[in-house]
């Protein structure tokens, strides 16, 4: 890990990234991926273990590095809403991948969380976060930390703080993730800057760690720090506190004094990405009211949790020389090994490559564009999701009315 060289358009940013294994888990789920000649920053946290969750998280950010680096339409991503169409089409091409891989090996609840900053190159007082999953974004301003993002997990959506009253099946589940189905729905929101913002990326690691009281106590204490001390202090504290799973970490520094924009042209083709996007979007919305309507009404009983199966083959490692891999966040504890930090300095793969690969290095699995199905959230099982959450609610309420 090393803190980014400054370019021209992005000078006035600073960034920093550390990721750990943690003190109980094997393995690092966690893929972490700074491109700040593009503006763009983001954590993704895998589930489903070395070759489920590993696999997912890295696939993830693949796809994300191949498009603002190597894909043709990278040099237009000059604006916030641009570089989101890259954003959506790459996730949706990982999610197809990791999806299509899960029922090809029959795992069940691959995939990664995802959670990206982008900042606007025209204009400077723009960005933009990106997410699906529990892996957060915030902005600390003035003495005050501000959550950007809202976790996609049962218990937000059953109105609860934390999910310390959920029974144990519905604990660290989450709703919306890379891979879960083959296309994957984002949360926008638009977010300004000004100069002396720190914005921090982060997964659960830290999260269920370390309370954001905490968090933003050490930034105000050491504001002066640079980013990468920063970001491995926060870690440090994640760590201390226990370390009970993989921990990310990036921050990125806005500078005393922003570029005035406009910074320059927009070009016809950044225009048409951006058109493509608002139609994506309309696209969504509509297809999203006509879904709630056919699927009111509609009954079924599931044993299963939303976003993470309880049941797996195990006999299709057989041979492999590898155990099943983990299931759920909460892991027993299990010998502490070095973490390998992951960084954008890995070499992209080819576009028409797979997002992703086995840690292991066998054979490599291919995924073409023209394979990627068109880019609009799939919902097939969201009645079965709408049932999960309503049955999430009643038992929180249950279990809250029984310590009365």
């Not at 604006?79 to 990791?98: C, D, E, F, G, K």
């Not at 984002?186 to 659960?204: H, I, M």
């Not at 406009?262 to 225009?271: G, H, I, K, L, S």
Request: hydrophobic residues 45%; aromatic residues 4%.
């Amino acid at each position: 890990m090393e803190e980014d060289l400054v370019n021209s358009a992005f000078a006035y940013l600073a960034s920093a990234e550390v990721t750990d294994v943690g003190r109980r888990r094997r393995n690092n789920e966690d893929a972490v991926l700074r491109i700040p000649e593009a503006g763009v920053f983001c954590v993704a946290d895998g589930m489903g273990g070395t070759r489920g969750g590993e696999v997912a998280s890295k696939a993830t950010v693949d796809a994300l590095r191949d498009a603002f680096t190597v894909s043709p339409d990278a040099p237009f991503a000059v604006t916030v809403a641009a570089a989101a169409r890259l954003a959506s089409r790459a996730l949706n091409r990982a999610s197809h991948w990791i999806k299509t891989r899960s029922d090809e090996h029959g795992l069940s609840g691959t995939g990664s969380t995802v959670v990206m900053l982008l900042f606007d190159r025209v204009m400077p007082e723009r960005a933009l976060v990106l997410h699906a999953g529990d892996s957060r974004a915030y902005r600390y301003r003035k003495g005050k930390l501000q959550q950007l993002s809202a976790d996609h997990s049962v218990a937000v959506a059953a109105g609860l703080a934390d999910d310390k009253n959920l029974p144990a099946m519905f604990r660290g589940v989450i709703t919306r993730a890379v891979g879960l189905e083959e296309t994957v729905l984002l949360d926008e929101t638009a977010v300004d800057v000004v100069a002396g913002d720190v914005f921090l990326l982060c997964s659960d690691g830290l999260t269920k760690m370390v309370p954001d009281k905490t968090v933003s106590k050490l930034l105000r204490k050491h504001a002066s720090d640079e980013p990468e001390a920063l970001a491995r202090l926060l870690v440090g504290e994640a760590l201390k506190a226990g370390g009970e799973d993989n921990v990310s970490v990036v921050l990125v520094r806005v500078a005393d004094a922003l570029p005035q924009g406009p910074t320059q042209e927009v070009p016809a083709r950044t225009r048409e990405l951006e058109q493509e996007a608002e139609a994506e979007a309309a696209s969504i919305a509509a297809e999203t009211v006509d879904d709630e309507e056919r699927e009111t009404g509609q009954t079924a009983a599931t044993g299963q949790t939303a976003a993470t199966g309880q049941t797996m083959d195990s006999s299709i490692f057989a041979g492999e020389g590898v155990t099943p891999p983990e299931w759920s966040r909460a892991a027993a504890p299990s010998q502490v090994t070095p973490a390998t930090p992951l960084s954008s300095a890995e070499g992209p793969p080819a576009v028409q490559e797979e997002p992703g690969a086995d840690p292991d290095g066998s054979a490599a699995e291919r995924i073409t564009q023209t394979e990627v199905p068109p880019l609009r959230p799939a919902r097939s099982r969201r009645w079965v999701w709408l049932l999960v959450l309503a049955a999430a609610v009643a038992a929180a309420a249950f279990f809250v009315w029984l310590k009365r």
